[in-house]
């Protein structure tokens, strides 16, 4: 099952703790997504990129980082600046902006 | 502004019943619309889009610029259509997918 692998499946915070969530495609993909889920919530986009060595601000960046060092690459780091970061984080990839998107699997955060 | 609404949280058939799943949008351009399905244990992935008008293990959605709408139909539910699925607008900032909040559909035997 390649495509798009996200790790770890469940991960732990402490508090004032920074973490970070990878996710990796193999399907040669130039754009890339972060969602977070919250329960009856649906999907809200955290940050996007388009090309290697670029990124965009989503619609709940704050309290967020991420790289896109590599095309394959996008972590996520949820930084001790986000008060609530309990959530299950999606990931996602496309060929390019308007195309359909592939989901990874998720990791859920919770904070210990 | 943008918005996505998915007014069921739940929806509940028989099976060979037909099931409608609602999505209303708001968006001042030309829309561009989605429906992305997660089955149990598996990943969210892309049931079908307006613009390709092509029906997908029986489901179709209509495009209602007049109504904004974009309700996802089958005829004949089946047990294996049991799901949760969310209705997605591009229109984002940048283009990008606002997702609705979902609606779980359970078809009973």
């Known amino acids: 099952d390649g495509g798009i692998t996200q790790s770890p499946k469940y991960l732990f915070r402490k508090e004032g703790q920074n973490v970070t969530l990878s996710c990796e495609q193999n399907l040669n993909h130039d754009a890339m997504y972060w969602y977070r889920q919250d329960p009856g919530q649906g999907l809200r986009l955290i940050y996007y990129?388009?090309?290697?060595?670029?990124?965009q601000k989503g619609d709940i960046a704050e309290g967020y980082s991420v790289s896109r060092e590599k095309k394959e690459s996008f972590p996520l780091t949820v930084t001790s600046a986000q008060k609530n970061p309990t959530a299950f984080y999606l990931c996602?990839?496309?060929?390019?902006?308007?195309?359909?998107?592939?989901f990874g699997s998720g990791t859920q955060l919770s904070v210990l | 502004a943008q918005r996505v609404t998915q007014p069921e949280k739940l929806l509940s058939v028989f099976k060979g019943a037909p099931v409608e799943l609602k999505c209303n949008y708001s968006y001042s351009g030309s829309p561009e619309l989605f429906w992305y399905v997660q089955y149990s244990r598996q990943r969210l992935q892309l049931l079908l889009r307006?613009?390709s008008r092509e029906s997908i293990k029986g489901f179709t959605a209509d495009l209602n610029k007049g109504e904004t709408s974009f309700h996802l139909k089958k005829p004949f539910a089946q047990e294996e259509d049991s799901a949760m699925y969310y209705c997605a607008l591009r229109g984002g900032s940048q283009g990008n997918l606002i997702f609705g909040k979902g609606t779980k559909l359970s078809v009973k035997p």
């Open positions: 307006h613009i």
């Open positions: 990129s388009q090309i290697v060595n670029d990124f």
């Open positions: 996602a990839s496309s060929i390019d902006r308007d195309e359909k998107l592939f």
